[in-house]
Every structure is written in structure tokens, then in C-alpha cells.
């Protein structure tokens, strides 16, 4: 028996390969499995290669798997672009139809099932994904009670007609593929999970949800790849706590209108990619100037441009930390796994009140939209904190005015909300004085800039820098932000196989820069490697700037579009040491 | 209830002497208070320009925004807080150059605020260039052989784009301009009101006397039907957009705010944050 494995299913756009994935994956979690998908698809609707990836385990993972165990293929195609992936002894399943055949040199089993043609027979070739899923799932020996479950609620409000249609699919494809392989294949049976059922979503649902948590009840968001799933979730919840999404004409508006509504007291935030991000940059700097709260979040693509719309990347890093004109307090968090993107958007809320910054929460393109398992959520574990928010201020004497930019030790004011009798105060991008009113007095300049800019000295967000640092003389210090972690790690079990020693940093807080964290290990490594989907080493930038240390410093790089595998960190780390 | 001098606050308007807005600015305070609005209630968000210092000059909470982004930040206030009065404004370079795609959507959106453009038909700020409003051949600095654009019909675009509340006036005008803000903070949807406010010191052809002889004053055709679209349209055609008054008002479409499912009368600011646990367990149940 196996305690993981990987399954694939490729074919054309629209061919079903999206809710196949979902219905295998859901199947698998109810079962108890730890799962791990990865999406590979392109910037069209109808037509080209796509395909979803998911790593299916008896222990938490947290990486996609170098190697693939099956491949489902509704056209030849998907065979010949991914069959190079099969382990030795693989498995693939495909439609008889296309008359499919192996690339030489590709050593695995080839089951032509007749795909279309059982799935024309009862009806539709709708259906095809299901004669391919149920043939897949048959192999793998695994309870069909619990995939006919999840293919009933797929379908289920279709109708009971077409759920059934839908079971006979998949019972056929089964009965097919086992005839033909004289039963479940032995190679391929999974250990027993534990049968609890986990957690499964996306980064961006994690972050949907944490934000209703934290009590966000607008956005304001302009759809783009690969952000949109944040709105989509939040359009069918916030109705419920009293909110709502509001798609504005671009991410211009989008921004803007999140600081007016912010300003005017609820949280709110706006969700976004680097185009959008771009877009936003001048808004930022009022945010920032007028110290109003303002969540951002950026689910980094492939840039630059247009770039790659749908590939992975890390290279959003620089706009983020230094985007806008002139200077601002600014915080850029960077969640490393679902729990995080849970957590962190709640304390982005908080941490925005709390020092009335903007706040950008910087996702990658993996992490946003690999559906995985994830832990326990809590809901009470970050409270809910509004900083110096007021409310019901005590009258003011005559001709006094509520102080908004108050000096205040900490440089963080007073805030009010419109409707307050005493609160009346004026906010402007201009350079203002404690009153909120344009002010080009020297002194006054200096000082606000200072205020503002010092509101963030010694600001340190939970688990600023994740360290998982066993060794006292590690041969490697890896340095990660994101999604890589988990590949990190995986890559890091193999080096330890082989007798090296590693520790792993996960940087989250990206600006202000966690300088000391950061700094006492770099003292303590011999030599250091830093990871990112970038091709300029804008992580490594910032350490070397803020924690110095460049001449142990190595990059490993890459922006090809594709995540890191973990065979490729295992054998960057192992030509460094 | 708030009298007008209450909306006044002790700020020296940096507006030239002449210049057409001071009287947008008194008409404004003068309708908040007619229409029985406290200062705390209102939100005056502006954008850059001249026109856009005036969020400054009114005791109210006030919002200067960026160049061409009033709109966008004032939804945002009223989404938040649907209890407050919520007034954008700005300059016609500010909503209908660099803003122009948010007033088209902020009308097709309709939520219940005020937009009160300070239109000049030049820029001021900046000191003399040609703006979206600027008739064909006019010399500026930036138009030396003058503008060889077609003028911007703000009217017909709004009036294009679905707007529940059109209207336009003439800052001389203030007994008018001051009946169509109040009419306009009344109108539960979108009001837009487009004000003719001379700039004295950059734009010698478009003066007070100039308007005075140019403009067609709705007020004088009692017959004229502000419900109807068509017939709204054909004027604002026939004056070649030189006319004042209410111009078209729609009280039947209801506003943004009262479409949105789930949206309370209560303001969302006001509202209580913290979700409960029974709620977030319900959440979490769609994700196994």
C-alpha cells in the first residue's frame, strides 16, 4: 500500500476538466485525505490544453509532486504533454475515441476506455468527464459510495434525472476500465486515511473568508486573473452580514472607493493582480497621506504587462514595497499557506486601523488558486481590534476643531467617523496641518512626514519570519516567501537523506522589513539560498539591503511560468552546498 | 435644524476674486440647510482642481481626493454610510476629462448622492489649458492655434448613460442653482448638476456676460416636463446644451442602495462587525 500518489486530468477548455477535478478532489477529502491541486490553464474559455493536478496523501503536503501516478487524457494532446511527468509503471486512461497512443520511451499502462462513446450512449457526451473519473477512481480501489456523494451534489440541483445519468457514467466507466485491468490496480492502493474530513479551498477563499471575519462588509473589485474568486465568494456572502460587492468600472475606482468607505468607518477592501495593482498606485499615496485605513490584496501573476495572465509568479514584490510617488508607511504581508491567507487578512484589517496605513496582502498566483487541505480555522483567535477609532466624541469648545492629525507619541491620531456632532474635520492628499487643513509651513511638513512615517517603527506582524531552523550549523540557510514553502521543505526531506543539513525561513512580513529576525539568522548561516518566482531576486534585494550578508547570499530564480518543483530546490540547494 | 451659516467654517477660499465658485459654495451651504441637513451629517468629497478645494470651505466632513476620483471615493462613503448626506464635486477637467469613465458609471449606478460640477470650460489649477469643455477653436495655452476636439456635451452623456437627475445652472443664478442642490439632495438616486462657473482670470470668451446671453432658462417654459426622456434630450439638443434648470428627473428608478440585496436602512458603519460562531461554522461546512 501507498501513502500518496498523484492524478492528473488534461484536455481542451471546457471539456469538464475543472468540475471532474472537483468532484475527484471532493471525494478524496471526505475520505479523509490530505490533498494538493495545482491548475495549469490558459487565458481563453473555450479550447487549448488544460490541465489540474492533485497529490493525494495519508500526511499533510503541502507541494505539487515532481512525478504523476495517473493520467486521465480526453485527447491525445493531454497525453503528449504530460506523459513525460508518468512514473515508470503509470497509468493512463484515455478516450478510445482519438485512438490513443504512448510517446516512446513513456513506460506505463494505456487503458482506452471508450469515453464519448459510453457517455453518447446515455445521452450526452456531456458526460464524458464522469466515464473518465469513475474509470480512474475504480482503479484506485477506492468506496464509491462516497463518489457518487459528491457527484450528487455537483448535480444535484439539476435534478435527480441527471444525478442518475451522472452515477451511470461513472459506473460504467468503471465497469469498462476493471474488465479491462481485471481489477483494482494493487500498486495503486492508497493506505487508509484518517476520515476526517479537512478543510479544502483556495488561498483566495481563505482570504474571502477571513476578511468576513475580521468584519469587512464591502469590496469593491474589478475581475482579473487570479483574483476574482475573491469577489465571486464574497458577492454570494456578504448579502448575508448586511454587505456588498460592488464591480466597479476599473481598479481605479475600485481603490478609491475602498478608502471613502473606509474613511467613512466600514472596512473594506479591493482585490487584485499587477495590472490592477499598477492602476491603484496613486491611490495608495492618499491612503497613505490622509491615513486611512485600506486592505489590498494582489494575487501575483506573471508580469510584466499583460505577462503571463495565468502562470505563477513572484515578481509583484518592488511595486508593492516602494509603489506609489513620494513616501508613505505602507505594510506588505505575505501569507505562505491557507491558514495564513485566513489569519493574515484578518490582522491586515486590524493592522490597518491600527496604524492607518494601507495594507497589502501579497499572494502568488499557486497559492491563490491551489486547492488544498488546510487546518483547523479559529475564529476568535485574531480578535478584532480598531485601533483609535472614536465614537461619540465629548463636544469640543467653540471654534475648536476635532484634531485628526493630532501629534501624538506614537504618531497614530484620534480617528473619527462622519456623523460624529464633535467630529467634523477635513481630510486632504494635500500636506495638512493636525486640523486636516493644506498647509505648506515648513516645520509643519517635516513634521507630519516624520509622523507618518514613523507610525510603523517596531511593527512586527505574528509569525513575522516563519523559522524552521533545527540545525545549530546548517550547510544551507533557504530563504522562501509564499507558496514555495512547502516545496522547500519537501526538497529539504531529500537533503536530509542525503546527510545535509538545512533550515528554512519563510519571510511574511515583506515591508517594513523584519530586519533583526532576518539578520540573526543570516549571522548564524554559513551559506545562504533565497528562492522566488522572480527573474531579478527582489526577495533577495530586500535582505541584502535591510540584513546585509550578500556575500553568502545565492539566488535561485525562476519565471517560467511554472512553480517550483521540488526535485529542482533539491538539486539547486545540493550543487550550492 | 442647522441654519446656512452653520455649513459656514473660518477658511479663506484661495479662489480668485470673481470667481464663479464662491457662489456654488454658498448655494451649497445654503441648500444643506433648507433641506434640513446638520453638518455632521454631510460629506462633501471633492476632487483636484480649483473647484475641488470647496470640500474645504463647508463645516461638514470633507474629503479632497485625487484628480478625477471624487466619485468613486464619495460611493464609497455612501456605501458605507448610507445615513449621510453625501455631495461630490469637482471641475469639469476633473470629472469630465480624467473622470469621465467614473461620472459615466457613477450615473449608471445611481446611488442617492450629489454631484455638483464647477464647469468652467478651462483649466484653472494648472493655469490655462484647454478642457473637454472648451468650444472648438478656443486659444489656451495648451490649444495656442486653438482646440480642435469637439466640445463634451456632459448633458447628453449623462442623459445617455441612464441618469435619473439632470440639471444645470449658472453660479449668478443663485436662487436657481440653490432650488436645484436642494433638489438634487431630495432626489433618491444619482443627481447630476452641472454648474456654469466663469473662471475670470483664464477664460476671457466664456464670462458672466457671456452666459447671460447665451443661456436658455428652463424656468421660463412652465409647460416643459422634466419626466420626459425624449423630450429632455431634444432641448438639451436644440440649446446646444446652453440651457439651465431641471432638465430631466426620473423618481422612479430606485436608487443603488435600495437594490442591493440585503442592504439596511442602517448604515453599514453603524452595524456590529463580529460574525458568530454559528455563522462561521456554517461558512466552513462548504468547505469540506
Redesign the interface.
Known sequence: MISQLSWKIGGQQGEGVESTDRIFSTAL??LGYYLYGYRHFSSRIKGGHTNNKIRISTNPIRAISDDLDILVAFDQESIDLNSHELRPGGVVVADAKFNPTLPEGVNAKLFAVPITAIAEELGTSLMKNMVASGASWALLGLPVDVFNKAVEEEFGRKGPAIVEKNIEAVKRGSEFVLEQAGGPLDEFKLEPADGK?????IGN?AIA?GS????C??M?AYPITPASEIMEYLIK????????V?Q???E???V?????????????MTASAGPGLSLMM??I??AGM?ETPLVIVNTQRGGPSTGLPTKQEQSDLNAMVYGTHGEIPKIVISPASIEDCFYDTIEAFNLSEEYQVPVIIMTDLQLSLGKQS?GT?N??EIP?KRGKLVRELPELED?QYFKRYEFTEDGVSPRV?????S????????EHDEVG??SENAVNRQKMMDKRLNKLNGMTIRDAVRTDAPHNDADLLIIGMGSTGGTIDEARSRLDADGLRTNHITIRQIHPFPTSIVQAELEKAKKVVILENNATGQLASQVKLYAGNADKIESVLKYDGNPFLPSEVYKACKELI | MATFKEFRN??KPNWCPGCGDFSVQASIQRAAANVGL????L?V?SGIGCSG?I??YI????????HG?A???????K???R??TVIASGGDGDGFAIGM??T??AIR?NLDITYIVMDNQIYGLTKGQTSPRSAEGFKTKSTPEGSIESTLSPLEIAMSAGATFVAQSFSSDLKQLTALIEAGLNHKGFSLINVFSPCVTFNKVNTYDWFKENIVNLDQFPDYDPSNRIAAMNKIMETNGMLTGLIYQNTVRKSYEDL?????EQ?????D???S?E??DK??TE??
Open positions: 477529502n471526505r474530513q479537512k478543510l479544502f479551498m477563499e473568508l468576513i471575519a475580521a468584519g462588509r464591502l469593491s456572502k456578504l448579502p448575508k452580514f448586511g454587505g456588498t460592488v466597479t468600472e476599473d481605479i475606482a475600485a478609491t472607493m475602498a478608502i471613502g468607505a473606509n474613511y467613512a468607518g466600514v472596512r473594506t496613486e491611490a499615496g492618499l490622509t488546510c480555522l475564529l476568535g478584532i471654534n467617523l462622519p456623523g460624529d456632532k467630529g467634523i474635520h477635513h481630510v486632504t492628499g494635500v487643513r493644506p | 473660518n477658511v446638520e453638518p455632521e451629517r460629506a468629497i478645494r470640500s474645504g463645516n461638514a466632513y470633507g474629503l479632497h481626493g485625487i476620483r466619485l468613486p471615493i464619495a460611493q464609497g462613503v456605501l458605507a454610510n445615513e449621510l469613465g467614473h459615466v458609471h449606478r442591493v440585496v440585503g442592504f439596511e448604515g453599514l458603519a453603524n452595524q462587525i463580529q460574525m460562531q455563522q462561521f461558512l466552513l468547505f469540506k
